[in-house]
Every structure is written in C-alpha cells, then in structure tokens.
Antibody, heavy 121, light 108 residues
Framework: QVQLVQSGAEVKKPGASVKVSCKAS????????ISWVRQAPGQGLEWMGW????????NYAQKLQGRVTMTTDTSTSTAYMELRSLRSDDTAVYYC??????????????WGKGTTVTVSS | DIQMTQSPSTLSASVGDRVTITCRASQSISSWLAWYQQKPGKAPNLLIY???SLESGVPSRFSGSGSGTEFTLTISSLQPDDFATYYC??????????FGQGTKLEIK
C-alpha cells in the first residue's frame, strides 16, 4: 500500500540542525512531490515547503527561507527536510505528505505519521 | 499570503446531527480547496479536494461545496468516529499553501 515512513523523534539544542527523512513506498516516487507540514504543540498546521521528486524543484515558505533545505534521493525513494539554526519555537511534529509533482501549492493525499522534533537546552 | 478563516472554532454536536463548517478565503481561490480531518496524535487525513471532490475511501456523509472565497464542509449524519478537528487548506496556483486555524468538533 502507499505509505510514507518517517524517521524517529529528535531532541536538539538551540542553534543545532535536524534532518528528517521520509521514505515512500507503494507508488512511483518520481511521479509526485513531497510537501512538509509542521504542527507545534496544540496548534494548527503550517506548510513549510515542497519538493518535486520528478525534477528536484523546491518552493519554501518565506518565513523559513535560508534555514530549510528539502532534498530527495530517487534511488531510495526518500525525501529529506533539514532545518538549521533551531529555536525553541521550532518544537513541533513534522509531517511529510505526498503532493503533486509539478506545482508547489496542491492538496496532500498521503501523510507520514509525523516526526517529533523537540528543541530544548 | 491568502488567509483562511474557519468558523466556528469549536462545534458541539450529537451523533446523528447534520453539521456544517465554513471556511473563508481572503481572496478568490476558485475551487482550489481541500478539507482534512485530524484526530489527536495522528496525521491529517484528506477528505475533500477541489472543493467538492470526495477522496477515495471517505464516507459519503462528508461533502464539500463552494467556490471563490466561501466554502463549506458538511457531515450529513455525525458518527462517533467523526469527532475530530477539521482543517481547510487552499492551494491556489499563485500563493503558498495556507491552512485554516481548525474547527474542533466535540460531542455534545
């Protein structure tokens, strides 16, 4: 079945970086894109950005520009999201979700279970 | 960015009720709107896309309507499994993805 399997929980200190992985299975990875969405404790959903697994094009939320990098490894059908210079308000559950391959704004039909990232000194 | 405003923020209802959640966009988004259901500790689950298209496997008691700036999600007869938080999301071509703030559907 179609699924996205994310890496495990992380605890980081302020100023550090985190890299979350998202391994796809059950579909042709390069026919879709991957969006990343985060959710701070008790809060709503925040779109972080998107990468096309077809051609590697990316589109990031303006507030994260310069701190976030999204990549893919098509040989392993895995997407990655790296967030640098972590702050306490980056503490959240990070989700990867399948999106359209061509344009960044799209709906997301398959979601990973989420990766909890805690930023604390 | 396009702002999405949901109402109400919280909704109390009983099993069997018909409920409607509204989502308003700060500018026209045509029909570029999706609805998600999220239960505590779980990832969001896509219910509706393109404002009114039912995602495969989603019960037919869920329906979506609207276009432009005003949209609704209707659950025709609430089931115990439907108590959750619902989010709208716009995906207009010329703007970053944004979500509504969520509507928590509680048991009355």
């Amino acid at each position: 079945q179609v699924q996205l399997v994310q890496s495990g929980a992380e605890v980081k200190k302020p100023g550090a970086s985190v890299k979350v992985s998202c391994k796809a299975s059950g579909y042709t990875f390069t026919s879709y894109g991957i969006s990343w969405v985060r959710q701070a404790p008790g809060q709503g959903l925040e779109w972080m950005g998107w990468i096309s697994a077809y051609n590697g094009n990316t589109n990031y939320a303006q507030k994260l520009q310069g701190r976030v990098t999204m990549t893919t490894d098509t040989s392993t059908s895995t997407a990655y999201m790296e967030l640098r210079s972590l702050r306490s308000d980056d503490t959240a559950v990070y989700y990867c979700a399948r999106a359209e391959w061509l344009r960044p704004p799209y709906y997301m039909d398959v979601w990973g279970k989420g990766t909890t990232v805690t930023v604390s000194s | 960015d396009i702002q999405m405003t949901q109402s109400p923020s919280t909704l109390s209802a009983s099993v069997g009720d018909r409920v409607t959640i509204t989502c308003r966009a700060s500018q026209s988004i045509s029909s570029w709107l999706a609805w998600y259901q999220q239960k505590p500790g779980k990832a969001p689950n896509l219910l509706i896309y393109q404002a009114s298209s039912l995602e495969s496997g989603v019960p037919s008691r869920f329906s979506g309507s609207g276009s432009g700036t005003e949209f609704t999600l209707t659950i025709s007869s609430l089931q115990p499994d439907d108590f959750a938080t619902y989010y709208c999301q716009q995906y207009d071509s010329y703007s970053p993805v944004t979500f509504g703030q969520g509507t928590k559907l509680e048991i009355k």
